[in-house]
């Protein structure tokens, strides 16, 4: 399992047992997992954003630390908010992610998410110019995933 798996997991282990929000010191638990605390930045940037259903709060100072807060929405407005995320370009490796990420948080079932993944592949999208790739790859993911609201 990659470090940032790790992380993510406990960190999603910690919103699971405190109710939906867990504060954490950075470098305690940088230390603890065994990694660099540039590594739970990363993770909380790019999983527990608030589009995929989080928000991130944090103090600096001696007794700093960051608050994260699971978000209680609806499956509608989840979607909603995630679609506003994806901007007008999305590459293929930021795709996965933030499928994977809707799987994990019961967004998405695992099958929509695969068959929305197969849509926004390379290989699906082979004959669109490399250049325009990640502009018609963001404007299926909002189409298809508008469909999911339901």
């Known amino acids: 399992m990659r470090i940032s798996d790790s992380v993510a997991n406990y960190i999603l282990e910690l919103l699971n047992q405190a109710g939906g929000i867990a504060e954490i010191q950075r470098n305690e638990l940088a230390g603890f997992l065994g990694c660099v605390p540039s590594q739970i930045n990363y993770v909380l940037t790019s999983r ?10 944090s103090r600096r100072g001696g007794g700093g630390y960051i608050r994260i807060t699971r978000l209680k929405l609806s499956k509608a407005d989840m979607i909603m908010h995630i679609i506003n995320g994806v901007g007008d370009s999305l590459d293929g490796a ?4 933030m499928l994977e990420n809707m799987v994990q948080s019961t967004v998405l079932d695992r099958q929509s ?3 929305i ?4 592949s390379e290989k699906a999208l082979a004959a ?3 250049e325009l790739r990640d502009t018609v790859r963001a404007m299926i993911c909002k189409n298809m995933l508008l469909v999911t609201r339901t």
């Open 117 to 120: 993944a197969a849509a926004l």
């Open 94 to 97: 930021s795709a996965r992610v």
């Open 128 to 130: 669109v110019p490399r």
């Open 113 to 115: 998410a695969e068959l």
């Open 48 to 57: 527990f954003t608030p589009e995929q259903g989080y928000m991130v709060e």
